[in-house]
């Protein structure tokens, strides 16, 4: 099974990547976040296999996060 986390700080884009996702057996969404930081603190401590990130964040871009 694919581990995948969700990031985008808008919560309506967040439900539409859910509903996508759900289409998807082989697939489990492990998280969701909403900031550069969330995801970064959650990435870590979850070690999920892909994530569906947001370009422009409130508190950054959602590359600041594949930094780490």
């Known amino acids: 099974m694919l581990r995948v986390m969700l990031v985008d700080d808008e919560p309506p884009a967040r439900r539409g990547l859910r ?3 759900q289409a998807h057996a082989d ?3 492990v998280g969701e976040a909403g900031s550069v930081q969330q995801a970064r603190e959650m ?3 979850l070690r999920p296999d892909a994530l569906f990130l947001d370009i422009e ?3 950054g871009l959602g590359f600041d996060v594949l930094e780490q």
């Open 19 to 21: 509903h996508l996702m």
């Open 27 to 29: 697939a489990e969404i």
């Open 43 to 45: 990435a870590l401590a």
């Open 57 to 59: 964040l409130a508190d």
